[in-house]
């Protein structure tokens, strides 16, 4: 009965934390035909893809970092969060367009159509980030 009762906890606790809407204004990366708009915005500031698993504590715990330094993060780049299990084709069309190896978390700077930097799971930091522009 207590294992049953774990049981349906963890999985309330679970269904919340992995549906959990973001804090902040994140640009919403949900149509293929974005990254054109996108690329032509690399053009006059860098462009921040953060790749999101839903079904990933990793990528909760790298967004929140993210979140938390929104204020230094948001006036020197364009934040855009692509919910990759949500939106496999747009994934797939980001990993094919700048040539990166799939992951999540995942953080791509966008410069001038390319991408410049790329980095994953534990190594994402806004520090790297910002290092990177």
């Known amino acids: ?26 640009i919403h990366l949900s149509e293929s035909e ?14 921040v893809i953060y790749k999101h698993s839903s079904r990933c504590g990793l990528s909760f715990m790298t967004e929140n ?17 692509l919910d990759l299990i949500r939106y496999r084709e747009v994934s ?4 094919e367009r700048f040539n990166v190896r799939h992951q999540s978390p995942q953080i ?4 001038n159509g390319k991408c410049v930097y790329n980095i994953s799971h534990h190594e994402i930091s806004v520090d790297a980030i910002l290092k990177n522009l």
């Open 65 to 81: 970092k993210l979140e938390e330094d929104w204020d230094v993060l948001q006036p020197k780049v364009r934040l855009y969060f």
């Open 92 to 95: 797939t069309a980001v990993a």
């Open 108 to 111: 791509l700077i966008i410069k």
């Open 34 to 47: 974005q990254l054109i708009g996108l690329i032509a915005e690399s053009d006059s500031i860098p462009v």
């Open 1 to 26: 009965m207590k294992l049953v009762l774990f049981v349906l906890v963890f999985v309330s606790f679970s269904m919340n934390w992995f549906s959990k809407d973001t804090n902040k204004d994140w």
